[in-house]
Nanobody, 124 residues
Framework: VQLQASGGGLVQAGDSLRLSCAAS????????MGWFRQAPGKEREFVAA??????TTHYADSVKGRFTISRAMNTAYLQMNSLKPEDTAVYYC????????????????????WGQGTQVTVSS
């Protein structure tokens, strides 16, 4: 199983970026996929998750209203608008092997597969 993340880059505050995560090797149509991020010197933190294509979405408070997660079959997307310097981090996509209960949807340890990460840098 492989998750391939792409779409990161260097942008200015207020700009937008769209991250993509393509999964291969198995079907994740009924399993949650999510995005996490890790800034230098900080723990990896939850950003957003979606249970299945067109399913329920979940967001960290820090990105709610600015980021939108979506998916189509085995590909997850993260549309990031109104980017801020504090959004600077390496962004990782993740997928769970099975369903997750609500209390674990934001838990990075609940996800079984991870992409390699894509750098997002937002300048002020």
């Amino acid at each position: 199983v492989q998750l391939q993340a792409s779409g990161g880059g260097l942008v200015q505050a207020g700009d937008s970026l769209r991250l993509s995560c393509a999964a291969s090797g198995r079907t994740f149509s009924s399993s949650p996929m999510g995005w996490f991020r890790q800034a230098p010197g900080k723990e990896r933190e939850f950003v957003a998750a979606i249970r299945r294509s067109g399913g329920t979405t979940h967001y960290a408070d820090s990105v709610k209203g600015r980021f939108t997660i979506s998916r189509a079959m085995n590909t997850a997307y993260l549309q990031m608008n109104s980017l801020k310097p504090e959004d600077t981090a390496v962004y990782y996509c993740a997928a769970a092997a099975g369903t997750l209960i609500l209390s674990r949807i934001r838990d990075k340890d609940a996800y079984d597969y991870w992409g390699q990460g894509t750098q997002v840098t937002v300048s002020s």
